[in-house]
C-alpha cells in the first residue's frame, strides 16, 4: 500500500529556534501533499496544500511566514516553523495524494510532536 | 461548504458487540466520503472511501459504511468489535479549500473503547 514517512516523529527545542518536518510518500508520486495541526483530543485543521513546483496555499488564519513549505519534488515535501513559541507546540501530520483521478483518497504520515519549550 | 457531523464523541462496546459510529455530512455537491482511523501518536489509516456506485462500501478490518443520501449519513459499523478496534475514528467529506483546491474535511472524531 501507499505509504508515507514523516520525519521527525517527535522534537523538542527551545523557543526562538526553527524546526523543519519532512514528509516522504515512499512508493508513490505525490503531485499534492498536505499539512495538518492537530490539537490534543480534537480533529485535524488544515493548514496548507502543497503542490510539487508551486507556491503552497494557506488556509485562512495560517500564517505562511511562519509555517514554511516546500514542495520541491513528487515525493517530498517539508514544513519549517519559524521561530517556533510554546504555543507551536502541536501534533503535526502530512498526507500525500496519489496522482490520478480528483480525490484519491490521503495517505497519513505517522506524525510528528512538536514541544517547544 | 462541505461540513462532517460525528454524534458521540466517546462510544463504548464490549468485545464481539455490534460497533455503529455515525457521521452525518453536509455537502452542496455529491459528496465523496472516509472514514480514517488513527491510533495513539500515529496518523491516520484509511479505513474506507465512498465515490460513487454502490452504495455499501467495505473497508479493512472488517469495516464497512453504507452511504445514505436521503439521511446524509455515512455510519461506520462491524459486526464484532475486537480489542484492537481501540482507537480514535474520524469521518471525512472531500471539500474546496482555499483557491479551490481539493481538500478533506473533518468531523471531531469518536474514541472507541472495546471493554472485555
Known amino acids: 500500500g501507499a505509504v508515507v514517512s514523516q520525519h521527525p516523529s517527535w522534537v523538542i527545542c527551545k523557543s526562538g529556534t526553527s524546526v523543519k518536518i519532512e514528509c516522504r510518500s515512499l512508493?508513490?508520486?505525490?503531485?499534492?501533499m498536505f499539512w495538518y495541526r492537530q490539537f490534543p483530543k480534537q480533529s485535524l485543521m488544515l493548514m496548507a496544500t502543497?503542490?510539487?513546483?508551486?507556491?503552497?496555499?494557506?488556509e485562512q488564519g495560517v500564517e505562511k511566514d511562519k509555517f514554511l513549505i516546500n514542495h520541491a519534488s513528487l515525493t517530498l515535501s517539508t514544513l519549517t516553523v519559524t521561530s517556533a513559541h510554546p504555543e507551536d507546540s502541536s501534533f503535526y501530520i502530512c498526507?500525500?495524494?496519489?496522482?490520478?483521478?480528483?480525490?484519491?483518497?490521503?495517505?497519513f504520515g505517522d506524525g510528528t510532536r512538536l514541544s517547544i519549550l | 461548504a462541505q461540513s462532517v457531523t460525528q454524534l458521540g464523541s466517546h462510544v463504548s462496546v464490549s468485545e464481539g458487540a455490534l460497533v455503529l459510529l455515525r457521521c452525518n455530512y453536509s455537502s452542496s455537491v455529491p459528496p465523496y466520503l472516509f472514514w480514517y482511523v488513527q491510533y495513539p501518536n500515529q496518523g491516520l489509516q484509511l479505513l474506507l472511501k465512498?465515490?460513487?456506485?454502490?452504495?455499501l462500501v467495505k473497508g479493512i478490518n472488517g469495516f464497512e459504511a453504507e452511504f445514505k443520501k436521503s439521511e446524509t449519513s455515512f455510519h461506520l459499523t462491524k459486526p464484532s468489535a475486537h480489542m484492537s478496534d481501540a482507537a480514535e475514528y474520524f469521518c471525512a467529506v472531500s471539500g474546496k479549500g482555499q483557491g479551490g483546491s481539493e481538500k478533506l474535511v473533518f468531523g471531531k472524531g469518536t474514541k472507541l473503547t472495546v471493554n472485555p
Open positions: 502543497s503542490n510539487e513546483g508551486s507556491k503552497a496555499t494557506y
Open positions: 465512498y465515490t460513487t456506485g454502490a452504495t
Open positions: 512508493d508513490f508520486q505525490a503531485t499534492t
Open positions: 498526507s500525500a495524494r496519489e496522482t490520478g483521478p480528483p480525490n484519491q483518497p490521503q495517505h
